[in-house]
């Protein structure tokens, strides 16, 4: 189907997994141009709401009823050909696009698309970016991967030619993608539901990379091998980054009390200015470095640069501070790969804290299965772990792997476990074990942040 976003206001646009991080991003960028939509999700959230608010239609629960009068329907990688809403819209020839190719729709109307790929980082560098261009007054379009302050939620549409947005490989999908600039800040195994192997991921990332125009940018990760590797081979113009080696680097790393970092950044081994962070750990000097890199790219001033990444404050469940209760500290972070976890868990030994208590809910069997091994590796640095029950999302339970068995092998690197199979059953454990002074996380993907909530309730 030929659509043009700037012409065809008339149409209505029914979402089928609206509630979605991204979904509920692009449905919120056509009310704004002036579009009718509808759409459908399981649940209400906070981003239904929303959407409902901005004039839309919202339907709780997928049904073939639900697509009235409607010219074209979107749909995540998530929905299943089984889907109600789906059957009809192909029943009744209605056209269809992937979350994926409607982004990439979109994307087309912009002549600086900066795309944010990678295993880990991506929802962070590109709020980064985002609170760079903003100080910069570039009037960006922005779709994030979660809700971030300065524009009030997870999207904020622009109207000049720069577009920043997450691009995941999940399924592929970042290959529908139309970058000026591409940004890859890892090569890591992750989604092995979709993908064979780590070579394959990789492979993937260099089609992405080959979308990328010849004038146009790749910045890479020299302190990731495989990024790396797949720097070497692109067409298009490259710039490095990393804190042993690249173009751009970063020299004299300090952490405050609260483990933020503060660094010299240097180009090609001329020093720039000095950058203080306002979110903690190491691993958010990498993601600072591509985003610094990328605003180089784009000319954009130092002043810009330093002033947007201090007064970036995190995204919400990203090392998110959700309150204290009884002299206990209670984050919240979205980790749910063991590189996440590992990254996350380091950073809060820079937290002023006298334990470490971390409730982890794993995201997914597949994922629980196939890094297994990395998964009971990954918590070395916490002083007690509650692992809650697997988190199914998409899949459904086939019995080959549990939070009970990932318990038991988690035990065996003699880390302190417990296996917890209810949130109230765990917010029971903690108000009896937790002392003045711990510091509490809640990990994962999933609902787990829950576990923070109801602890500072009760």
Same mark, same amino acid.
């Given at each position: 189907m030929n659509f043009n976003l700037n012409t065809d206001l008339n149409k209505k646009v029914h979402f089928i997994g609206i509630g979605g991080i991204s979904m509920s991003g692009l449905a919120q960028i056509l009310l704004k141009r002036g579009y009718t939509v509808s759409g459908s999700d399981m649940k209400e959230s906070s981003l239904t709401k929303k959407l409902s608010q901005l004039g839309a239609e919202i339907y709780i629960g997928h049904h073939k009823d639900n697509l009235k009068n409607v010219d074209l329907v979107i749909y995540t990688a998530a929905i299943p050909d089984?889907? +109600?809403?789906?059957?009809?819209?192909?029943?009744?020839?209605?056209?269809?696009?992937?979350?994926?190719?409607?982004?990439?729709?979109?994307?087309?109307?912009?002549? !600086? $698309?900066?795309?944010?790929?990678?295993?880990?980082?991506?929802?962070?560098?590109?709020?980064?970016? *985002?609170? &760079?261009?903003?100080?910069? $007054?570039?009037?960006?379009?922005?779709?994030?991967?979660?809700?971030?302050?300065?524009?009030?939620?997870?999207?904020?549409?622009?109207?000049?030619? /720069?577009?920043?947005?997450?691009? @995941?490989? /999940?399924?592929?999908?970042?290959?529908?993608? /139309? +970058?000026y600039i591409g940004i890859i800040l890892n090569v890591d195994a992750d989604h092995l539901d979709y993908y064979k192997d780590i070579n394959e991921i990789q492979s993937t990332f260099k089609k992405f990379v080959d979308l990328i125009p010849k004038d146009g940018y790749l910045i890479a990760n020299?302190?990731? #091998?495989? #990024?790396?590797?797949?720097?070497?081979?692109?067409? @298009?113009?490259?710039?490095?980054?990393?804190?042993?080696?690249?173009?751009?680097?970063?020299k004299n790393i300090s952490f405050d009390p609260k483990g933020c970092a503060a660094f010299e950044v240097y180009k090609c081994n001329s020093p720039l200015f000095t950058v203080q962070l306002n979110v903690p750990g190491k691993h958010n000097v990498l993601n600072a470095l591509a985003s610094i890199a990328c605003a180089l790219t784009l000319n954009i001033s130092n002043n810009s640069i330093t002033d947007g990444l201090l007064s970036f404050g995190g995204t919400h469940r990203r090392f998110e501070y959700k309150g204290e209760k009884d002299g206990v500290t209670v984050i919240d972070d979205y980790a749910h790969h063991p590189t996440e976890i590992k990254a996350t868990l380091f950073a809060a030994k820079n937290y002023p804290h006298k334990r470490v208590f971390c409730v982890f809910q794993p995201h997914t069997y597949s994922r629980t299965l196939t890094l297994f091994d990395e998964f009971s590796?990954?918590?070395?640095?916490?002083?007690?772990?509650?692992? #809650?029950?697997? !988190?199914?999302?998409?899949?459904?339970?086939?019995?080959?792997?549990? *939070?009970?068995?990932?318990?038991?092998?988690?035990?065996?690197? $003699?880390?302190?476990?417990?296996? &917890?199979?209810?949130?109230?059953? &765990?917010?029971?454990?903690?108000?009896?074990?937790?002392? +003045?002074?711990?510091?509490?996380?809640?990990?994962?993907?999933? $609902?787990?942040?829950?576990?923070?909530?109801? /602890?500072?309730?009760?």
């Open positions: 089984t889907n +109600p809403e789906l059957a009809q819209a192909k029943a009744l020839n209605i056209p269809l696009f992937t979350r994926a190719e409607f982004l990439g729709l979109i994307m087309k109307g912009h002549k !600086y $698309n900066v795309a944010i790929s990678g295993t880990h980082g991506k929802t962070t560098t590109t709020s980064m970016i *985002s609170h &760079i261009t903003l100080k910069e $007054n570039l009037d960006p379009t922005i779709l994030v991967g979660g809700e971030l302050d300065i524009i009030n939620g997870n999207v904020r549409t622009g109207k000049s030619e /720069y577009f920043i947005t997450e691009a @995941c490989e /999940y399924k592929a999908s970042f290959l529908k993608f /139309y +970058p020299a302190d990731d #091998a495989r #990024a790396f590797e797949i720097s070497q081979k692109a067409l @298009c113009n490259v710039v490095t980054f990393g804190i042993t080696k690249g173009d751009i680097t970063a590796k990954a918590f070395s640095d916490t002083d007690e772990l509650v692992l #809650a029950d697997i !988190y199914a999302a998409r899949e459904k339970d086939t019995g080959v792997v549990s *939070s009970d068995k990932l318990g038991d092998a988690i035990r065996k690197n $003699n880390v302190k476990c417990e296996n &917890i199979h209810s949130f109230e059953e &765990i917010v029971s454990f903690l108000n009896k074990t937790l002392k +003045p002074g711990d510091l509490l996380l809640t990990v994962g993907a999933g $609902n787990v942040f829950e576990v923070g909530e109801m /602890y500072l309730k009760n």
